[in-house]
């Protein structure tokens, strides 16, 4: 199941909210001496805060190779939580985001300027592990949490309903609460992020045990469904399925360029022989 194209990156304030253009951004952290950077805390391996307020993970990696870029030192950093593209929005003063955001076009057209992919993901699955859930058609009214008014619950509602699947949609506020209503029984999955869910699972489990992956199908897609601990996690390889899609447009606009050239070499072909008739005709005959 696929999200933006699944394409995660670092996004960077093109301008202000309220639509005229602000001063360079260089001109404003080089006096301030430090850059402002929005990163969403509590995913592991991207963002987490330690007991003493230290930073750390790949997001934060990215705020301190900008910050060292342009004043000289990584740890001239101020970082900002940041929850949603709108929290972005109504604070002009973060400078770059450096966090899991889809790029789309209506994204794009919120005054926020994607910069280079950083991340690559796709959107999943979170099921107890003696569940037998395999394919989303498993799913059909099943109790399935999602982090209400997100990007996941856009696309969560949009392919069940494209695959005529039963939806039971139980709205939480995030990642770590669908993780919690998981346990507690409310919803027998929880769908969002790969690296979300990989977060979540990690922080559900006291002693984790990791099987080996196994290939199995899901709705036309490759999935890698894997087994650790209480719960099993279903990830859609959509990268796979991304260049899948591309091969076969790219299958059709050759077969389409082929059949427009042989038209083409055929419509040639008549004219030559039509010119080539009307010459002969128009030649003297001799007497």
């Given at each position: 199941?696929?999200?933006?194209?699944?394409?995660?990156?670092?996004?960077?304030?093109?301008?202000?909210?309220?639509?005229?253009?602000?001063?360079?951004?260089?001109?404003?952290?080089?006096?301030r001496g430090a850059l402002v950077?929005?990163?969403?805390?509590?995913?592991?391996?991207?963002?987490?805060?330690?007991?003493?307020?230290?930073?750390?993970?790949?997001?934060?990696?990215?705020?301190?190779?900008?910050?060292?870029?342009?004043?000289?030192?990584?740890?001239?950093?101020?970082?900002?939580?940041?929850?949603?593209?709108?929290?972005?929005?109504?604070?002009?003063?973060?400078?770059?985001?450096?966090r899991r955001l889809t790029w789309?076009?209506?994204?794009?057209?919120?005054?926020?300027?994607?910069?280079?992919?950083?991340?690559?993901?796709?959107?999943?699955?979170?099921?107890?592990?003696?569940s037998r859930v395999t394919h989303?058609?498993?799913?059909?009214?099943?109790?399935?949490?999602?982090?209400?008014?997100?990007?996941?619950?856009?696309?969560?509602?949009?392919?069940?309903?494209?695959?005529?699947?039963?939806?039971?949609?139980?709205?939480?506020?995030?990642?770590?609460?669908?993780?919690?209503?998981?346990?507690?029984?409310?919803?027998?999955?929880?769908?969002?992020?790969?690296?979300?869910?990989?977060?979540?699972?990690?922080?559900?489990?006291?002693?984790?045990?990791?099987?080996?992956?196994?290939?199995?199908?899901?709705?036309?897609?490759?999935?890698?469904?894997?087994?650790?601990?209480?719960?099993?996690?279903?990830?859609?390889?959509?990268?796979?399925?991304?260049?899948?899609?591309?091969?076969?447009?790219?299958?059709?606009?050759?077969?389409?360029?082929?059949?427009?050239?042989?038209?083409?070499?055929?419509?040639?072909?008549?004219?030559?022989?039509?010119?080539?008739?009307?010459?002969?005709?128009?030649?003297?005959?001799?007497?």
């Amino acid at each position: 199941m696929a999200a933006g194209r699944d394409i995660l990156i670092a996004v960077t304030l093109s301008a202000s909210c309220g639509g005229t253009l602000p001063a360079s951004r260089l001109s404003r952290i080089r006096p301030r001496g430090a850059l402002v950077c929005g990163v969403f805390p509590g995913i592991a391996g991207f963002a987490q805060v330690d007991g003493q307020g230290h930073y750390s993970g790949f997001d934060v990696d990215i705020c301190r190779a900008v910050a060292a870029a342009i004043l000289g030192t990584a740890d001239r950093v101020q970082y900002k939580p940041v929850a949603s593209i709108d929290f972005v929005q109504r604070d002009t003063d973060i400078d770059i985001v450096s966090r899991r955001l889809t790029w789309t076009l209506r994204r794009e057209g919120m005054h926020v300027l994607f910069g280079l992919v950083t991340f690559y993901d796709g959107q999943g699955f979170l099921v107890p592990g003696g569940s037998r859930v395999t394919h989303a058609a498993d799913l059909a009214n099943v109790p399935v949490c999602v982090a209400e008014s997100s990007e996941h619950d856009v696309t969560l509602m949009a392919y069940f309903k494209r695959q005529q699947i039963a939806l039971n949609r139980v709205a939480v506020a995030d990642g770590p609460a669908g993780g919690r209503a998981l346990t507690d029984g409310r919803c027998q999955a929880l769908s969002a992020d790969v690296s979300e869910l990989a977060s979540v699972r990690s922080a559900m489990q006291a002693r984790p045990r990791l099987s080996h992956p196994r290939r199995s199908d899901f709705a036309g897609a490759a999935l890698a469904a894997r087994a650790r601990g209480r719960h099993r996690f279903v990830q859609r390889a959509s990268v796979d399925g991304l260049r899948d899609d591309r091969r076969r447009a790219a299958r059709r606009h050759e077969g389409q360029r082929v059949r427009n050239g042989n038209a083409r070499r055929s419509g040639n072909r008549a004219n030559a022989r039509i010119e080539s008739r009307e010459r002969r005709r128009a030649r003297p005959r001799r007497q």
